[in-house]
């Protein structure tokens, strides 16, 4: 028999000795004789033909798959089957895939059975903004064991200071599959394996899975470098009596965070505890776990040592944590809220007390730096988790450095109002080295915490507006003590605007380099 199909969406070509009604159970058919509790197939087909199919159309993958996957070439799918022989071959080739925001390239395909042996091989390359990501996969079954080896390289990808995030590594495993009183149980091998993390090298625990009955039981499963390691034990079943158990031992934030794709505020730090998971099968389940975080830091400022309770919140469908974060003496951070990936939503509620207010450097950074001191005041956290915002009044005593002229000053117990979007300061007092007094009103805007941008106005009272001790590329320096007005305006990648109306104050100072020959024009 020839079938020829020419169209729009798909052309195919079978030629061969072909059973409609068999077709199915001809394919299930080579896989059950290697793995035969899986598939469990009685009919007898006798099928031979050779097919060569091109995927034209998108509409029949989005279909098919119910995704938005969209064709940039058509699929190519070629092959044969022989009932006789128990063989079958398929090869399915692409050169672009596109779902979401990634790409798929260079898809390759293989599958072959034959009464020895099944195989599997695919090659695939993934790419998103961030880089490439190389993916290699092979299996092989017989016997009523499935054998894997996972392979992956990315490539080109950066964290957010400009050094290299990639990873790579491979994983093995083997599936042995049995009949318990009608119901297929199944061991998972994990063998040890090598994975490499921003030029670190994790390894993956000798471990087991099994899996019976909806019951799933963890043995050792983990991953460690050295000291650090996240390990767990237990059983994962709709049971009450039933527990998972996870060990976690100095493991950084920032990994967590990139696994939970949740970089909005950036948190660091290392994470030890245990974490005790009841009916993780069920609708409502049951997380329980305390946890230190030693040095956590808050968009790279220090905050302390953390001891945090987590917990399971069925109302708002995600985790509730509450705890305190302690400094040196009298100096603390309590932690009270949650953060909901299924809700996309996160309120963490931090009272602060004294608390080190290098964390601001992350949020205005832009125009100041160099921050440090303490703050006093509850500052939330507010989501959703794809558009962050600070929220709370903060009475600051703290020490600052105007990035334009590198002047540095203090606020002495004044009060900052963090809004959604903005950050105002209103009729804030800022003294200069001296102590003479400038008086700040203004605001920094964001988006997420990018896209920044900042207008002030400072009035001066024989206040520090320039210090530069060193003659710089314009062959001058001065010491400017001041009376009148400044203002300073500003966004992310424009350059910073400033306008002056000001006079010169006593202790004044002001030289120029007229020795060098092209100083004077």
Not at 42 to 56: A, G, H, R, S, W
Not at 249 to 262: R, S
Not at 317 to 335: F, N, P, Q, R, Y
Not at 457 to 473: A, M, P, Q, T, W
Request: glycine share 6%; net charge negative.
């Amino acid at each position: 028999k020839n079938i020829n199909i020419d169209g729009n969406i798909i052309c195919a070509k079978i030629k061969g000795d072909i059973d409609y009604k068999t077709l199915g159970s001809s394919i299930v058919s080579k896989f059950k004789a290697h793995l035969p509790t899986i598939f469990n197939n009685k009919v007898k087909t006798k099928n031979t033909y050779d097919f060569d199919i091109e995927i034209k159309d998108s509409k029949i993958i989005r279909h098919l798959l119910n995704k938005d996957y969209y064709l940039d070439t058509p699929i190519k799918i070629k092959g044969n089957v022989n009932d006789e022989f128990n063989e079958i071959e398929v090869n399915i080739n692409n050169d672009k895939i596109s779902y979401e925001e990634f790409e798929y390239e260079n898809i390759n395909i293989t599958c072959t059975s034959t009464n020895e042996l099944c195989e599997a091989f695919a090659n695939i390359t993934r790419i998103d903004k961030e880089g490439k990501t190389y993916l290699t996969f092979y299996t092989d079954a017989h016997d009523d064991t499935l054998s894997t080896k996972t392979s992956w390289r990315t490539e080109g990808k950066f964290d957010k200071k400009g050094f290299p995030n990639n990873s790579n590594g491979t994983i093995n495993a083997q599936a042995l599959f049995s009949d318990s009183t009608g119901n297929t149980k199944a061991i998972v091998n994990l063998n040890r394996s090598e994975i490499v993390m921003r030029d670190t090298i994790w390894y993956i625990h000798p471990s087991s899975i099994t899996i019976f009955n909806n019951m799933y039981k963890f043995n050792n499963v983990g991953i460690s470098h050295e000291n650090q390691h996240i390990i767990a034990n237990g059983t994962v079943s709709s049971r009450t009596e039933d527990s998972l158990l996870i060990d976690i031992k100095d493991i950084p934030v920032e990994y967590l965070q990139g696994i939970a794709n949740f970089h909005a505020v950036k948190f660091g730090g290392k994470l030890s505890g245990v974490a005790q998971l009841r009916n993780i099968n069920s609708s409502i389940p049951q997380i329980e776990a305390n946890v230190k975080i030693n040095n956590m830091l808050l968009n790279n400022g220090r905050m302390g040592n953390a001891n945090l309770d987590i917990s399971w919140d069925e109302d708002v469908k995600g985790i509730a944590i509450k705890g305190l974060i302690e400094d040196k003496e009298d100096i603390w951070t309590s932690v009270n809220g949650f953060i909901s990936p299924a809700q996309n939503d996160i309120l963490l509620d931090l009272y602060t007390h004294n608390t080190r207010a290098e964390f601001l450097n992350g949020f205005i950074g832009s125009i100041f730096e160099n921050i440090d001191g303490g703050i006093n005041g509850k500052l939330s956290i507010i989501g959703p988790l794809n558009d962050v915002n600070l929220q709370g009044d903060i009475k600051a005593d703290i020490g600052m450095t105007l990035k334009p002229t590198k002047v540095r000053y203090n606020i002495k117990g004044d009060t900052i109002r963090l809004q959604p979007y903005k950050i105002s300061f209103d009729n804030i007092s800022i003294f200069d080295k001296d102590g003479n007094k400038g008086l700040v009103n203004g605001n920094v805007t964001h988006k997420n915490f990018k896209n920044f941008a900042y207008e002030f106005g400072i009035e001066l009272n024989k206040l520090l507006c320039y210090d530069e001790k060193k003659f710089n590329s314009d062959k001058f320096y001065a010491t400017l003590y001041a009376n009148g007005e400044i203002n300073i305006k500003g966004e992310d990648g424009h350059p910073l605007r400033i306008t002056a109306n000001v006079s010169p104050s006593k202790n004044s100072v002001f030289a120029y380099d007229a020795a060098t020959p092209d100083a004077i024009t």
